[in-house]
C-alpha cells in the first residue's frame, strides 16, 4: 500500500496517445479510480479530445518548438530515452504514483519515477507483451531492465502474466488486472431470433492480424450453408502497411465467402453507435489468434 504525506493521492499517466478510438478502456480505467485521487495525463500527441475529454491532460506536440526540437535531439542521439519535457511537467505534479502505460513506455521512463519519488506501475496490453520481444531482441534486455526496478507490473490475465514472467518479471511484482466494465451501464436485452429473418452478427475490431476476423468470416460462410447471415463490422485499418494488409485479407475473405453481399461495413464508430449496434444484433463474434510477427489477440489473457 502507498502511504502519502498528504490528504490527496496523486497518479500521473504516461502515454503515447490520448486516445486513439480502439482505447477506450483507457478512457474508462482513469476515470474510474475514486474521485479523490487527483490524475494528470501526459501524451506525445492527441486524437478525439473532443469525445474523451479530460481535465489535466500535457501533450508534447503542443510545447514550444525549441523544446522538442532539444528532446527529440537527445532522444536519437541515446542520451535520454523519454522527453524532458515529461519529467519537467511530471516533477511540478508531484506524483505519488507514476502509472506507464504499455511496456515499452514504462521502460523509456526509466529511472524518472524514483527521481520523483514516485512508486512506478507500468501496465502492458498485449502487443508489448510478445511482438516487441520477438520483432526486436534488444526489448527483452530492456523488459528485464524495467522488471528490476518497477514496483508492480499490471496484466489483464493469467496467461499474459505468465509470458512477462517468462521475460524476466518476478511473480510477486507482476499481477492480473481486468479491463473494467461498468456492468451497472449495460442493461441485459435477450435476443430472440425469429423464423425467417437473418442472423445478424457483430464483428467490431481494429483491422490486425491478431484480431482474426478472416478466420470469423471462414465460420460464418459455413454457417450460412444452413441458414442466412446479416453481418456488420465496425473497425477499420489504421495508416500502417500491416493493418492496410490485413483489411485487404478481409475484403478478399468477404468476397471468397460470398458474405460480401450481406456485410455493412461501419468503419470506426464511437462507443454509442457500437452499443447500438450491439444491442440490434444476436451474436457478437470476437475470433482471436497469433499473428506471425508475434502479435496476440489475448481472447483468454
Given amino acids: 500500500m502507498i ?3 498528504r490528504s490527496d493521492m496523486r497518479v500521473l499517466h504516461r502515454l503515447p496517445v490520448w486516445l486513439p478510438q480502439t482505447q477506450t478502456w483507457l478512457d474508462r480505467q482513469i476515470r474510474a479510480l475514486p474521485s479523490g485521487i487527483r490524475q494528470r495525463i501526459i501524451a506525445d500527441t492527441t486524437e478525439n479530445r473532443t469525445q474523451f475529454a479530460v481535465e489535466d491532460l500535457w501533450v508534447f506536440e503542443q510545447a514550444g518548438r525549441s523544446r522538442r526540437l532539444w528532446d527529440k535531439m537527445l532522444k536519437r542521439l541515446g542520451l535520454r530515452t523519454e522527453f524532458g519535457f515529461v519529467e519537467t511537467i511530471a516533477r511540478r505534479f508531484d506524483p505519488d504514483v507514476v502509472h506507464s502505460h504499455f511496456g515499452h513506455v514504462g ?7 524514483q527521481r520523483l519519488g514516485a512508486a512506478h506501475v507500468v501496465s502492458f496490453y498485449g502487443f508489448d507483451v510478445n511482438m516487441l520481444p520477438q520483432r526486436d531482441q ?5 523488459y528485464r531492465e524495467l522488471f528490476a526496478r518497477v514496483d508492480q507490473v499490471l496484466c489483464e490475465g493469467p496467461h499474459m502474466a505468465a509470458c512477462l514472467q517468462q521475460e524476466g518479471c518476478s511473480p510477486e511484482r507482476c499481477r492480473t488486472h481486468a479491463l ?3 456492468m451497472s451501464a449495460i442493461a441485459f436485452r435477450p435476443r ?5 429473418e437473418p442472423l445478424r452478427v ?3 475490431a481494429s483491422f490486425r492480424e491478431k484480431k482474426g476476423f478472416p478466420d470469423g468470416l471462414a465460420a460464418l460462410a459455413r454457417v450460412r450453408r444452413h441458414y442466412p447471415v446479416a453481418l456488420t463490422l465496425i473497425g477499420d485499418a489504421g495508416g500502417d502497411a500491416a493493418s492496410q494488409a490485413e483489411k485487404a485479407r478481409i475484403l478478399e475473405a468477404l468476397t471468397q465467402t460470398g458474405l460480401a453481399p450481406h456485410t455493412r461495413m461501419l468503419g470506426f464508430q464511437p462507443p454509442e453507435v457500437l452499443w447500438r449496434e450491439a444491442y440490434a444484433h444476436h451474436l457478437f463474434l470476437a475470433p482471436s489468434r497469433t499473428a506471425a510477427d508475434g502479435d496476440t489477440g489475448w481472447a483468454r489473457p
Avoid at 534488444?138 to 530492456?142: D, H, Q, Y
Fill in 3 to 5: 502511504m502519502t504525506g
Fill in 107 to 113: 521502460w523509456a521512463m526509466g529511472r524518472m519515477p
Fill in 138 to 142: 534488444r526489448w527483452r534486455a530492456r
Fill in 180 to 182: 473494467g466494465v461498468d
Fill in 192 to 196: 430472440r431470433l425469429s423464423g425467417g
Fill in 202 to 204: 457483430l464483428m467490431a
